[in-house]
Structure formats: structure tokens, C-alpha cells
T-cell receptor, first 112, second 117 residues
Framework: DAKTTQPPSMDCAEGRAANLPCNHS???????VYWYRQIHSQGPQYIIH???NNETNEMASLIITEDRKSSTLILPHATLRDTAVYYC?????????????FGTGTRLKVLA | GAGVSQTPSNKVTEKGKYVELRCDPI?????LYWYRQSLGQGPEFLIY????????DSGLPNDRFFAVRPEGSVSTLKIQRTERGDSAVYLC???????????????FGEGSRLTVL
């Protein structure tokens, strides 16, 4: 069962920041939050991940609340190529066995 | 190769037939995952290999589904007596796991689209 809930769809104007929320209220202390995106007919692509601290890379920023029950993926300047389904994922397991549980994702449409 | 390779990219079969889907992970990646994705849904976990052994096969829907990874590299997902409900895109992903450190990033292939008529 998915451990995350996301809004089914969002629109964002090109050039503006896209803020995609995710709830993971049942997350455990050692479980990481991952974000992937899937452009039509392709395999999912890694974006970013984090445990407690906020993270930033060349693609996006990840803001995790202090209680870790929710997070937000931020695409700072959305482009048309960012139109995709975005999945917030909790990685469950131990160092011997990891499982990545996908939810139904948020379909982001970037508008010109 | 540079990425995860899956073959065939498309497979059309008849109900009741046997199907094999192949996954060639990134060289050196010890972890390998199979997922199934139905239209409009997120990927659904099927099975995870660490090396040659299946570390977690809890997502396999029933005993018609089986997967192997005999040499710790290429994996084959096998589906017996296919049913129309098996129609989906089957995704494979691999991950690098170093002693004491795991980036956790999964690299996905483009998937094998299975259609059961």
C-alpha cells in the first residue's frame, strides 16, 4: 500500500515555480522520501531524495516538514519540458532490503 | 550499455500463452527491481533482487508470475497462462549498492508493454 498521498493534478505557468505537495503521515524515522517523474511513455526518472533536511540539486528543491509528515517538491522555474507525472515515494526497509512504494502521483501540466 | 535495457519493448500475446520479459541492468548494479504499471496508475512493486537472490517477492500477484536472476546481472520475468488482466507496462530498475553507502537512486528502463488479447 502506498504511504503517500498527492493531488491528482496541478497546472503551473511556464517560468513560475511549481510546488508539488505530498503527505506521508505514517513515515517511519529511517524512511527516506524520494521524488521521481515520468514523462509519457518513458521510465520514471529520479529527481531528488531526503530524510530530514531540506535538499537542493540542479533539478529541484525538497522541503521536508520538521515532523516529516509532509514534503514539497519545488521546481524553481518550470518549463514546458517539466510536464510529467510526479511521484512522491517512501523507501521502506533496512540496509538489506529496500522497497520503493509509488502512489498515483501528481500530473503536472506546465502552461505556456 | 549506458542504461537499463528491457526487451521486448512491445509484446502482444494471446490469453493462456507463456511470456518472458528480459531486463539488462546497468553494469555493476547489484539491486534489481521489477514493477508493473497499468494505465493511469503508478508503478506497482513486484519483486526485488539483491545479487542472485530474490530479497522480496511480496508484490508478485500470484504463482503465475516468477522472476530469476541466475548470475546476478540479467533478470527474466516469466508469466505463465497469461490473462487479459496482465496487460500492462512492466518496468525494470537497477540500483548501485556500495558497502556502507547506498544512494538509493533507481535507474529505470523504458519498460516492456505487454498486451494480452
Amino acid at each position: 500500500d502506498a504511504k503517500t498521498t498527492q493531488p491528482p493534478s496541478m497546472d503551473c505557468a511556464e517560468g513560475r515555480a511549481a510546488n508539488l505537495p505530498c503527505n506521508h503521515s505514517t513515515i517511519s524515522g529511517n524512511e527516506y522520501v524520494y521524488w521521481y517523474r515520468q514523462i509519457h511513455s518513458q521510465g520514471p526518472q529520479y529527481i531528488i531524495h531526503g530524510l530530514k533536511n531540506n535538499e537542493t540539486n540542479e533539478m529541484a528543491s525538497l522541503i521536508i516538514t520538521e515532523d516529516r509528515k509532509s514534503s514539497t517538491l519545488i521546481l524553481p522555474h518550470a518549463t514546458l519540458r517539466d510536464t510529467a507525472v510526479y511521484y512522491c515515494i517512501v523507501r521502506v526497509g533496512t540496509s538489506g532490503t529496500y522497497k520503493y512504494i509509488f502512489g498515483t502521483g501528481t500530473r503536472l501540466k506546465v502552461l505556456a | 550499455g549506458a542504461g537499463v535495457s528491457q526487451t521486448p519493448s512491445n509484446k502482444v500475446t494471446e490469453k493462456g500463452k507463456y511470456v518472458e520479459l528480459r531486463c539488462d541492468p546497468i553494469s555493476g548494479h547489484t539491486a534489481l527491481y521489477w514493477y508493473r504499471q497499468s494505465l493511469g496508475q503508478g508503478p506497482e512493486f513486484l519483486i526485488y533482487f539483491q545479487g542472485t537472490g530474490a530479497a522480496d517477492d511480496s508484490g508478485l500477484p500470484n504463482d503465475r508470475f516468477f522472476a530469476v536472476r541466475p548470475e546476478g546481472s540479467v533478470s527474466t520475468l516469466k508469466i505463465q497462462r497469461t490473462e487479459r488482466g496482465d496487460s500492462a507496462v512492466y518496468l525494470c530498475a537497477s540500483s548501485l549498492r556500495l558497502a556502507g553507502f547506498n544512494t538509493g537512486e533507481l535507474f529505470f528502463g523504458e519498460g516492456s508493454r505487454l498486451t494480452v488479447l
